[in-house]
Each structure stands twice: as C-alpha cells, then as structure tokens.
C-alpha cells in the first residue's frame, strides 16, 4: 500500500471590497500635549499617539464608512486650566495605569487578529519528508481466493522527500474580505475602547485633583478665620481680665474657635482620602505620594458656543466605538451571506517519490498533483438562513444602543454647559453677598467697640462670612468640576 502525502497550494484573489470595508486602523489617540512631571517621554508606558484628523457627521442607524469617523480625542483641553501640576498628573497616570495598559493590550490583540485575517490572502505553503515502510501479511485477502491460504510476505517501502503543498483559495464571493473587514472595524473599536479609557482617566485625574484644590481653598478659608477669631479671642480675654466685659463673651469666642478647629480637621482627613485616590488613578504608592497645597485654577476653560455642537460629540470615543459596533455587525451580515456561497481551491502538490532510497534525485522519481477543489453548501439545517438573520438582528440592536449613547452624550454635554452658565451668573451674586457680609461685621465690630451692640451681633455676623466665604469657594469648586465634566463630554478639547 502506498501512501502519499498530498500538498495544498492556497492562494486567494482579493479584488472587490464589500460595502463596509474600511481604511487601514488608524493610531491610537491625538495630540497629547501634557509633559510628564518626572522620567523621560519615551519612558516604559508612556502612551505616543499621533494625530487624527475632525470627526465627520455620522447619522444615527446607518452603516457608515470608518474613513468617515476618526477619533479627534486630545487631552490637551485640561491645558485650559494653565496648571502645570494637573498636565503632571494627567500624564503620570497616562504612563502607569494599569487599567489603561490592559485597554492598549486589548488593541495590539485586535490588531494581531486583523494581521491573522489578512494573511489568508496570503498563499499557504507546507513541506515535510515521509518515510515509511510497510510488511504486508501473508493472510492478507485477495479479490480472487486461489487454493492456497498463504501468500508469499511483501515489504512495501515509501521514500518521499521535500513535498511542497500549497493551496489557493479564489475569493470569488467575498468570504476571506469580508473576515478582513469585520477585523478590521473590530480593531478599530477597540481603538476607540483605549481612546475612551485614556479620556476617562484624564477627566477622573482631573476632577480628583480639582476637589483637592477646592478642599485646599476651603481649609484656607477657614484657616484665615481661625487666625482672626484667636486674635479676637485674645482681646477679649484681655478685656475681660481688666473687667471691660463679661465672661459669656469669652466663652462664645472660645467655643466658635473650637468649632472652627474641628471643622478644620474634618476637611484634612477628606483630603487625605482625595489624595490616596489621586495616587492610585496615577499608579502611586499611597505611602509615597503627596500634593502640596494650593489653590483653585484662576483660569476657568470657557466654551466659545451656545450648545454643543454635533461635531464635538462625534470625537467622544465611546460613541466611535458604537458606531464601529455597528459597522462590524453590518459587515457581519456581508459575511454570513459569503459563507453560503461555494468555495473554490486550487490545490498542488509536487516532490519526489520513489521505493528506494537511489533513485530519489532522478528524473522519474517526480511526482506531483495539480487539481480544483469546490466545495458547495447543500442543506445545513437553515443554519446558514439563521445566521445571516442574527447577524441582521444584532445590527438593529447596535442601532438602538449608539442611539440611547448619543441621548446620554447629548444630555451629559448640555447638562456641564448649562451648569457652567447659571454656576458664573451665581458666583456673581455670591461675590456680592461677601461684600455686603463683611461690611456689616465691620459696622457691628465697630458698635460694639462702642458698646452699642453685644458681641453675639458680632459673632452672628463673623460667621455669616465664613459661611458666605465656604459657600463662594465651593461654588467655585463646581465650576472647576463642570469644566472638566465638560471636556470630557465633548472628546477632552473644543
């Protein structure tokens, strides 16, 4: 008995592109322009993206081409704030989260299964040798029984050496490009996941460190009113010693000092909570990271339109990555529907072949096969019939969610803007509320020097600034936070 290795030749023609093919994956990310507090540029981690060009207009529930939608996304908008410590900080936990490397391995994986697809363009190409040798028995069964029930024993030997096999597929009905495309917008999407990742993570470093700063400007706050009232507070100790006054004055002085203080303390331990998150968005040791004190950004981002515009929420990466769902499950349908079609295989093969070892490099030893295969689907149970009917089904559901996204982005976004609006209009008038508090504590401080007015009025009017001072600080803080909160709706920059 002979046997023979047969060999494949697979080459696949690749000339018409169905309707969702999309350009090449584009790099991840825009124009990073944060600098790193410490360590080099180009230090392990460090994200390098490149450019990307304005995202287009996508309509909602349509198949749209990927060259049509490129994630503009930049956390350059956080540059707004002029503060060199935030760019700092955005670009440490840029170079060591964990969360964002997980979401960049993700992407080389969609990219290593977009080169797997691709390469079955390629022709597929295989050698081996063979030896073998083969002892037949001498009861083995003829076709044609004689008298006698043995047969003489034969040794068959096989020597074949240096078979190239190769097969070539003609993609006549779009099977292999259509496994092309829906890689191709699945790398895509995944690049729009570590986009979204990347943006979350500068907005949430963003906003951590905001809170820091309006945590810092509230503890100045009161701070500034401890150091007064311990000045007032030794007065009235002092006039109360030579009998100017009476000790109740005294002891409501010491006891407001003493809230002041406790209050104090409870904004230092939420800091040290602000600050121990901050360090683990940035990939820190706890132990080892600090933010020394400061103050609210002066310089607020200030959005130049009346509302949102389109344009800006197409650069929001979790929204590309909906659309490229979409397209994936388009594509899916051009797939499935291949799938029915038959496949058509050259298939070759050639080598040497002979029973001894000698006569392999002579002319008669060669041997080789050349032949079609076609392959044609008959009945699969509906199976295929089902498949083209899920991948239609799971289109419409991509729809639905990219929709429900875009009503969420659309909101988010309009919430931030209007926030930011009515937020100004009413620092404005809590500016003006300060004004007119500490002009009526000087006027009581004044009449109870005089001894017109007790010092309960002058404490009840000591406590409406701070309250007032607390108050306007905070407000600024969410004006800060609804900056950021807005950024981050529109893509990271405008």
Request: net charge positive; glycine share 6%.
């Amino acid at each position: 008995m002979i046997k023979c290795l047969s060999s494949v030749f697979i080459f696949s023609l690749f000339v018409v592109q169905v309707n969702a093919q999309t350009a090449p994956l584009n790099a991840p990310g825009g124009s990073v322009t944060v600098q790193p507090g410490a360590g080099p540029a180009n230090s392990p981690g460090t994200v390098q993206p490149q450019g990307s060009s304005p995202a287009g207009n996508a309509l909602p529930g349509t198949t749209v081409m990927a060259t049509d939608i490129t994630p503009a996304l930049t956390v350059s908008g956080f540059r707004r704030f002029s503060d060199p410590m935030l760019e700092s900080l955005i670009q440490l936990g840029l170079d060591n989260s964990p969360n964002l490397r997980g979401a960049l391995s993700r992407l080389e994986e969609s990219r290593i299964r977009l080169r797997i697809a691709q390469s079955f363009l390629s022709p597929s190409l295989r050698s081996s040798a063979l030896i073998t040798t083969q002892s037949l028995s001498e009861r083995r069964p003829l076709s044609i029984p004689n008298q006698s029930d043995l047969l003489p024993r034969f040794q068959l030997n096989t020597f074949q050496l240096l078979p190239i096999d190769a097969s070539y597929e003609l993609d006549l009905f779009k099977r292999i490009r259509g496994g092309i495309t829906v890689a191709n917008l699945q790398a895509q999407a995944s690049d729009a996941d570590y986009l979204s990742f990347r943006l979350a993570l500068a907005s949430d470093i963003a906003r951590t460190y905001m809170l820091i700063r309006g945590n810092d400007a509230e503890q100045a706050v009161f701070r500034r009113n401890i150091q007064s009232r311990d000045t007032t507070l030794s007065i009235l100790r002092e006039r109360f010693r030579v009998g100017l006054i009476n000790q109740i004055d005294v002891q409501r002085a010491e006891t407001d000092y003493a809230g002041l203080q406790v209050t104090l303390k409870g904004l230092e331990r939420s800091r040290v909570e602000l600050v121990n998150g901050l360090a683990q968005l940035c990939g820190q040791d706890p132990t080892a990271f600090s933010i020394p004190s400061g103050a609210l950004p002066v310089t607020i981002p200030t959005y130049p339109y009346a509302s949102v515009t389109a344009d800006q929420l197409q650069r929001r990466p979790d929204l590309v990555q909906y659309i490229r769902q979409n397209q994936v499950a388009a594509a899916q349908v051009i797939l499935q529907q291949a799938s029915t079609q038959p496949r058509v295989t050259l298939i070759g093969s050639a080598g040497v072949l002979s029973g001894k070892i000698g006569p392999w490099f002579t002319p008669s030893a060669a041997t080789y096969i050349v032949g079609v295969n076609a392959s044609v689907p008959i009945y699969e149970g509906h199976r295929a019939r089902q498949n083209i009917a899920l991948a239609k089904q799971q289109t419409q559901t991509n729809q639905q969610i990219y929709l429900q996204a875009l009503q969420l982005a659309q909101r988010d976004a309009e919430t931030a803007l209007d926030n930011l609006t009515l937020l100004r209009q009413q620092l404005d008038l809590q500016t003006q509320t300060l004004t007119l508090a500490r002009r009526t504590e000087q006027y009581n401080r004044e009449l109870y020097v005089r001894g017109l007015a007790t010092y309960l009025e002058v404490l009840d009017a000591q406590r409406t600034i701070l309250i007032t001072e607390q108050q306007l600080v905070q407000l600024r803080s969410q004006e800060v936070q609804y900056a950021v909160a807005l950024l981050r709706t529109i893509g990271g920059d405008f």
